[in-house]
């Protein structure tokens, strides 16, 4: 379960925005095994889902840029996956730190 509304919010997210159903799914079926704050971003690490449909090779998930009053520039969302399946979400700031509890944020398209 995905307990961080940000980082929920950054998923959905992502997975409206690739359009892919299987990405879809895993997203709403994932469980976080580990999320690392580094004062200038934060790592989302997922435990495998080895039941879920894998995600086909030529999808990439679109990436997201998240904005907020807090942060210089915005920063960016990437989902990366390994063999069709969610691997980590990486959230980084642009420039300055990244605050640990986001309340205040826009998700739109990363240009």
Do not use: W
């Not at 690739?18 to 997922?46: K, N, P």
């Amino acid at each position: 379960m995905i307990e961080q509304q940000p980082d929920k919010d950054i998923l959905d997210y992502i997975a409206a925005q690739t359009g892919d159903a299987a990405l879809t799914q895993q997203i709403q079926q994932a469980e976080v095994s580990r999320r690392d704050y580094t004062r200038t971003g934060l790592f989302v690490y997922f435990e495998p889902n080895a039941g879920a449909a894998a995600v086909a090779q030529g999808v990439r998930p679109v990436s997201a840029r998240l904005d907020a009053p807090e942060l210089m520039d915005g920063a960016g969302c990437d989902l990366f996956l390994r063999d069709g399946r969610l691997h980590y979400l990486e959230v980084y700031a642009r420039g300055g730190f990244l605050p640990e509890n986001l309340q205040d944020y826009r998700l739109g398209p990363d240009n």
